[in-house]
């Protein structure tokens, strides 16, 4: 595992969209411009960029990870810090890519894009020193923190980043530390267990009357929103960044999106 | 499309044994959690220092192994090695024939299992009993163990008061206390008729010898005390450092395994009896058994050896609550099976090579074990491994496009733009299987792909290039 503490902080940053994003969610990749921007950062999104190539690595095809790995290195070359809306695909890059190179040749040119890798909330609370947000969000959120954050400074950074903002109410509930289910190509190859797990998740998210299901990583949410929406009883999912968003322009008299 | 056997298993559990497995894993895993918030300022802290020491015990096992082998030898219990399963078993009947004992008892050990040892005693003619109340009554059951803890966590106790009224034990009575005191009294008959006593160890101390036993019902203190010979099955990695060690490896270990702050008896053996030590069997024997652990030792997941068998793991596991333990086919299910089992298997590797596909990575494993093994990674470069010996993979895409896509972003960023064909097409009746199997249970969001992109672009051509 990449050392976590010694990661560049700058704000001149590349932004790393995420496929899902690229695919579905572009108002998340929106939303993490204007954030950035808001806290002072120049945001460089390199065009190039495609994915982590995590599904391949997870399902154990890692020469293909390695493929898509080593392209997303070029793309994402010099030492300006990486900045992605995701828990999962920055883990990926940190810890992931150093064990599919194990053995390669170029193990520590990736392990150096890795080292200035941070997720989203990790880089604005310990990257960059924020500690509160401005503006108001009126809602009663329930807030999934991913699996892929374990063990790293994102979940409390975004619950910090949550819990500073007026009118928002972060309600508990059971069982939070387990996992929602998706687990990439695990929710197709495993689709009974996949949905079970969802399925459990819901229902202690559903005891709570949350307005909206919160994360830092849309995979999640398009798994328990997909879930939740074919059960005939959707429930609304925002990533966090569209609340700090949100919370920016109500701050600044704008309308929202 | 082919269906991974798991997840088979999972659909056709019945939902009763599925609640029972998945509140009494959860209910544990809670008490562990509190009690070690409660007693410890830095109880990851500990797991990481224990993590270490049984790493550092792995990487010099043959100068620790040697040691432990004197200092026992130096009490006066006899050492053997067995590189096999077959090995293991022929060390315990050659003992128990040179004694001309034809009746044992055992406690609890994984290891016994792993190497079939009831099922070889019966057909060398040598009546062996579990004492320990689960594995007794998987015992009786012909059945199998389904938690390396909890044996019988998938049973209900009207299961197990069916099997004793079948056994004799008695008319029908499913009153936990009944059950256990018909037990105890079945059992005492037996610990007082057999001739040797046969046990596992948690740990064995290279310094001084010493050999660890815990338990929550006394039964190895039983099997032993009326017991002419003591055989102890030991797997090479159980060896520890130093008596010194075992204060923190005790106390992870009860808290971990069953939210105690230790087992109710904790056992600590030096050796068989002698004039300084007059009570016990008049012979101890340590078996060494090897079976495959040497391969994993030198495999790129030698830290799952570490494991002191908690079932932490399998308890927090979301795969485990929904399979239970019979799903993985093998002795040791959960995080801890996924990856021991395929590797223990030898050239029957592929065989189990699904299992550490089960997992969807959540990474609860690693954050509970107490001797803190990465389990995901190891479950990756097993799947890895798996891919590389072309073990066939059901359900599981092929990456292949992907790298294509993912390696070129001209290809990627039209796919992008023309994904959004998604929308219009009747995506549940497309024959592509992986689809089919997300659709099935749930929806797919708007395709949007290039939307970003060229607010992107468009912003930039505001700005004038570069950032704001
Ligand atoms: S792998 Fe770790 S958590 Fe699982 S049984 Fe072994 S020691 Fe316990």
Known sequence: ?257 | MAKQLIDTYVAELPPTVQKAVHQSTAATTEKRYQLLGDDYADSDGLRKLAGAIRQHTLEYLDTYLAQAEESLTARGAKVHYAVTAEDACQAVTGILQAAGITKVVKSKSMVTEEIHLNDYLANQGIESIESDLGEYIVQIDGDHPSHIVRPIIHKTRGDIARSFEREGLGDYNDDPETITRRARKFMRGKYLEAGAGITGANFVTADTGRLVLVTNEGNSRFCLAPAKVHIALVGIEKVVPSDADLSLLLNLLGRSATGQQLTVYTEFINGPRRADRPSGPEQMHVIFVDNRRTEVLASDCKEILRCIRCGACLNVCPVYRQASGHAYRSVYPGPVGAVLSPLLAGDKFKELADLPKASSLCGACNEVCPVDIPIPDLLLRLRNRAHQEHVPSPGTPPMAGFALLGSHPLIWRSAMTFGAAKDYLPLDRLPVPYLGAWLKTRTLPKWRGGKFRSWMKSRHGRNGGGGK
């Open chain 1, 1 to 257: 595992m990449i050392n976590l503490a010694t990661r560049p902080k700058g704000k001149r940053v590349q932004l790393m969209a995420t496929c899902l994003c690229d695919a579905f969610y572009d108002d998340v990749a929106r939303a993490t411009v204007e954030v950035l921007e808001h806290a002072g950062c120049e945001v460089d999104f390199p065009e190039g960029q495609t994915c982590c190539g995590q599904p391949a690595f997870n399902c154990g095809q890692w020469p293909a990870a390695r493929k898509v790995m080593r392209h997303t290195a070029s793309v994402f070359a010099g030492d300006a810090p990486i900045i992605v809306p995701s828990g999962s695909c920055a883990a990926m890059m940190f810890h992931g890519s150093t064990l599919e190179f194990e053995g390669e040749k170029d193990r520590a040119a990736i392990a150096q894009v890795g080292a200035r890798t941070w997720e989203l909330g990790d880089y604005l609370v310990n990257g960059l020193g924020i500690k509160e947000w401005p503006g108001e969000f009126r809602a009663k959120i329930a807030f999934h923190r991913a699996c892929h954050t374990r063990g790293t400074p994102s979940g409390a950074a975004v619950l910090q980043l949550l819990q500073s903002i007026q009118g928002l109410e972060i309600v508990p509930f059971g069982e939070e530390e387990q996992c929602c289910g998706f687990g990439g190509t695990f929710s197709v190859s495993f689709p009974n267990v996949s949905t079970a797990m969802g399925d459990l998740k819901l229902e202690h998210l559903r005891a709570v009357h949350p307005d909206y299901i919160v994360s830092g990583d849309m995979s999640c949410l398009m798994h328990l929103g997909g879930l939740a929406e074919r059960e005939g009883q959707p429930l609304k999912t925002l990533h966090f960044v569209q609340i700090l968003r949100d919370a920016l322009h109500q701050h600044h008299g704008q309308a929202t999106h």
